[in-house]
């Protein structure tokens, strides 16, 4: 699975989540101390979809998943509701490409690189304000 570390888990679609947070392989963004980034390897279902609604806060930002259908591809390999899209096929996404994002995802059956940045999730007892992100302004539902 996408957490197991191990390629090719359960699911033929999806690759292991790779973190980035250490500065390694051309992450040139400095992080939040609560932030860090995984390198997805997503596939498109048998119909071309992806299963994921993304929106758009600000121009400055990168666009964040919204909602990820749990009987999607997307979710199979690891996406989750509130990452940040920051890097796609291994560039990161300069931030005049941010609204475009969703253009700029390979089209077709041949699976494709997604550099998402995502928070630390709190643990049970964590006094830390929960990773749960606030609703966007703009919402685009994806194939």
């Known amino acids: ?12 679609r999806c ?4 973190p980035h947070g250490d500065g390694s392989r051309g992450t040139t963004q400095q992080l939040l101390p609560r932030e860090y980034e ?3 390897t997503v596939r ?3 119909a071309g ?6 929106a758009h806060a600000e121009r400055s930002q990168p666009p964040r998943v919204d909602k990820v259908s749990e009987a999607g591809a997307a979710h199979a390999c690891g996406l989750r509701a509130g990452d940040e899209i920051v890097g796609i096929d291994g560039r990161r ?8 994002a969703a253009e700029l995802l390979p089209p077709g ?5 997604l550099l998402v940045r995502r928070r630390y999730e709190a643990t049970p007892g964590d006094s830390r304000e929960a990773a749960a992100p606030p609703p ?3 919402h685009q539902e994806l194939d």
């Open 1 to 12: 699975g996408a957490g197991s570390g191990g390629r090719g888990g359960g699911d033929k």
């Open 15 to 18: 690759g292991a989540a790779l």
């Open 38 to 40: 995984v390198e997805l």
């Open 44 to 46: 498109r279902d048998r």
């Open 49 to 54: 979809k992806l299963g994921v609604a993304i």
């Open 93 to 100: 996404l300069d931030a005049s490409e941010y609204r475009r």
């Open 109 to 113: 059956p041949a699976p494709f690189l």
């Open 136 to 138: 966007h302004p703009l």
